[in-house]
């Protein structure tokens, strides 16, 4: 199987542990991941923030590298985005590059684009969990996790084009899949702040501890996202949080693909998770994974 | 007694809002689903339903120059609910590019320069490098400044060590060919609108 991929920016980098953990499980799975060639930023929160123009065409010029010829053969009929916010802003460029508007524009998109898939949403079809499951060598058994799903994935549904946005279910179905329990909660989708972790740090502190809380009570073990900066500002600040909070929270937060990894017996799994900063390993040498 | 305000209605404004859309305000019946629903509602000075309100009494001077336009992070959760399909998130990002347009001071300089900053890290390489985005943040935020008088700064240095000790920092930024192309599309799209 072959799909176009775009990682996206923080991919390269403080994202590398999710970059490598989806190459590793792709590799196992014989999914061939080809990356756009010369991608570029998505344009993210600040373009569309500020610029409606450059967000749709700093998106838009991804959406034509995808439409050209990958390695001499016909481009894919899927493109690949693990990043949530990349998967929305590639999605809303498209549905303008394709509207009534169209015109307005200065990017002009071919007549058939890739179908943009976010990669929760992808490993959560029938065909991708079976596709898993024969690989599956070490079930999570006792492994009791919350999953997160954060904004960007399902929102707005008019463009994820997505029907359980108020209480999605893919990367339930992903964990119930190699073994794990996924424990219902009210908050799937409740905002974790995102970028204002750097230009207003108390609404992270204030979001995210609500989050904690309620995994907490709900007696999740761990937290499992598909989103790079929902993994950020969960995993980096728990000493702060809890400070702030009077609270005491420590908690993993995995990548969805680490845990697919693991349950598949991929050897490099343990070198994904030490990229972590809240501590990875104890839980699972706890329950024997 | 509650306190009153007298206001003047200029129905007119709305258009010029929609012309940045469209957003389909005009739809509001004021059920304050968006409000409710807000995560950051707390931290609004207007809250959702009344930046609504106020969009169609053509309150263009409080619109421009409130807080809660930039506050709100684009969650995509009121504009998801409301009953009227009116793109909420999407019309809070109009208004903060026309508040840039008009050069109102904006109320939160820290999130302008966020955006600021990552668009010219874009505009350089086509590509966000991380540590230099993060480095002009800090610097032209004042948030480096901030941090190094509340006593926040360490943490986020002893961060900052482990996080490269971990191998999570690209250290070489990766450029890209199309990068003229690039600037000149942000250059075109940001002709005379501010200073990228």
Redesign the interface.
């Known amino acids: 199987m072959k799909v176009s991929y775009y990682p996206g ?2 991919l ?3 994202a ?2 999710y970059a490598m953990s989806i190459q590793g499980i792709c590799t196992r799975l014989n999914i061939q991941l080809d990356e756009i060639p ?4 998505c ?12 967000s749709i ?2 998106a838009g ?1 991804n959406l034509n590298l995808a439409t050209r010829p990958v390695r001499f053969g016909l481009p894919h009929a899927d493109l690949l985005v693990p990043c949530p916010l990349c998967f929305n802003r590639l999605k809303t460029a498209a549905l303008a590059l394709e509207g009534d508007q169209k015109e307005h524009y ?1 990017i002009t998109l071919p007549d058939s684009v890739p179908q943009i898939w976010e990669i929760a949403n992808f490993f959560a079809e029938d065909n991708m969990l079976r596709r898993v499951a024969k690989h599956v060598e070490h079930p999570l058994k006792n492994f009791k996790t919350v999953c997160y799903y954060g ?2 994935a399902n ?3 008019e463009v994820a084009e997505i029907a359980d ?2 209480n999605p279910m893919s990367l339930d179905r992903i964990m119930a899949n190699i073994g794990a329990t996924a424990i219902a909660w009210p908050f799937k ?3 974790c ?4 972790v ?3 740090p108390e ?1 992270v502190t ?2 995210v501890g609500k989050l904690f809380t309620m995994a907490q009570q709900v007696g999740a073990q761990a937290i499992v996202v598909s989103c790079q900066m929902c993994q950020a500002n969960l995993d ?2 728990q ?2 949080i809890s400070a702030d909070w009077g609270k005491h929270f420590n908690m993993p937060i995995y990548y969805f693909t680490e845990l697919i990894g693991l349950a598949m017996g991929v050897p490099e799994a343990k070198k994904w998770l ?4 809240a501590d990875p390993f104890t839980l699972l040498r706890e329950l024997g994974l | 007694m509650p306190e009153t305000t007298t206001i003047y209605p200029d129905y007119q404004f709305i258009q010029e809002i929609e012309s ?1 859309g469209p957003f389909g305000a005009e739809a509001c019946f004021q059920c304050r689903k968006c409000t409710n629903g807000c ?2 509602a ?2 609004m000075d207007l809250l959702p339903d009344q930046i609504i309100r106020m969009a169609l009494l053509g309150q263009r001077d409080t619109l421009l120059s409130c807080n809660s336009i930039w ?1 709100c ?5 009121c ?2 609910r409301c009953p009227n399909k009116i ?1 909420i ?1 999407e019309l809070m ?2 208004l ?2 026309m508040a ?1 347009q008009a050069g109102i001071p904006c109320p ?1 300089p ?7 900053t ?2 010219e890290n ?1 505009r350089k390489r ?6 230099s985005f ?1 480095r002009n ?1 800090m610097f032209e ?1 004042g ?1 480096l400044r901030r941090k190094w008088n509340d006593g926040e700064l360490s ?1 986020d240095l002893k ?1 900052g060590l ?2 490269a000790a ?5 250290f070489r930024p ?1 450029k ?3 990068q003229e ?2 600037r000149e ?2 250059a ?3 002709a005379g ?2 200073k ?1």
């Not at chain 1, 702040?193 to 204002?196: D, K, L, M, P, V």
């Not at chain 1, 030490?274 to 900063?277: P, V």
């Not at chain 2, 971990?166 to 690209?170: A, F, S």
């Open positions: 920016c923080s390269e980098g403080t590398k542990d010369d991608w570029n930023c344009g993210a929160t600040s373009a569309h923030s500020i610029n409606h123009r450059a065409e700093l010029r200065r904004c960007m929102r707005p549904p946005y108020e989708t409740d905002c702040g995102a970028s204002q750097l230009s207003r609404t204030r979001l980096m600040y000493a702060k030490s990229g972590h900063i | 940045y995560p950051v707390f931290a506050i992070i684009a969650c995509e959760t504009t998801t793109k998130a990002d109009g903060k590019e840039i939160q820290q999130i302008r320069t966020l955006h600021e990552f668009l874009v086509g590509r966000v490098f991380e540590l993060i943040y935020s948030e943490y961060l482990k996080m971990k191998g999570r920092y690209l990766s890209i060919d199309g192309e690039i599309m942000l075109y799209a940001f609108k501010s990228l």
